[in-house]
């Protein structure tokens, strides 16, 4: 019985019966929406190829095309959204740093929470033990960290500013200034928190981000001691 089963499986005539699960299995693993959609449609069209002209089932192949149809409706979707709606260079800096799994549509709302400003050399955007009112992404420019007068870091294009005490809800560890103009889009953190607490696409890409963002400063920092050490 055993035998029959898997002789019947691996029959070559039933190619066009295992495909389209095979490709089904191979979208669900597809983290971008538009390979997950075209790769899902490619599984439809066969099973309407395999139902509507070789193992005939008129009952299957009507939900077949839905399924198509569906996928295509919301491909086309996707397409007309990323065309229609570009980003500017500085909006682009921050969609750059995202994970590529973060859909658009989740990174345009989270520029809406935003507000692009622009500041000159001198311009403070946080104390030492002050309280830190806003979350800054720097899109130009140069922005020094320091304390008691040492310079501990220097955050340009595509990095934070304050992005510990809006983690960690404490006062500023150092002061950070802008050493040029500098170009930034400025989050006021109770709003961020509010919409991250509501929205799980939101948290999820600025959880990713800011993870990122960490991570680089730490292997910069081990970068700029190692020769020291």
Not at 93 to 111: F, G, S, Y
Not at 182 to 198: D, E, S
Request: charged share 20%; glycine share 6%.
């Amino acid at each position: 019985m055993l035998s029959e089963l898997v002789r019947e499986w691996l029959d070559p005539s039933q190619v066009l019966t295992h495909l389209p699960y095979a490709l089904l299995v191979l979208s669900m693993m597809m983290s971008d929406m538009v390979w997950l959609r075209t790769i899902a449609i490619a599984a439809g069209l066969f099973r309407i190829l395999n139902r509507g002209w070789i193992n005939i089932d008129h009952v299957v192949v009507p939900w077949e095309i839905l399924f198509v149809a569906v996928n295509i409706a919301q491909l086309l979707i996707i397409w007309y959204y990323r065309k229609r709606h570009r980003f500017s260079e500085e909006e682009q800096r921050l969609a750059d740093r995202m994970p590529e799994r973060v859909e658009r549509q989740t990174i345009r709302r989270i520029l809406k929470l935003g507000e692009a400003r622009g500041a000159g050399p001198g311009h403070v955007f946080t104390t030492a033990d002050a309280p830190v009112s806003e979350l800054v992404f720097v899109t130009d420019g140069i922005v020094q960290i320091e304390r008691a007068g040492q310079i501990l870091a220097v955050c340009g294009p595509g990095e934070f500013v304050g992005e510990m005490s809006f983690l960690s809800g404490a006062q500023a560890s150092a002061d950070a200034r802008a050493v040029r103009p500098v170009r930034y889009v400025a989050f006021n953190q109770a709003k961020l928190l509010t919409a991250m607490n509501a929205d799980p696409g939101i948290r999820h890409a600025m959880d990713a981000i800011l993870n990122r963002n960490l991570v680089d400063k730490l292997a910069k920092a081990n970068a700029r001691h190692a020769p020291a050490a």
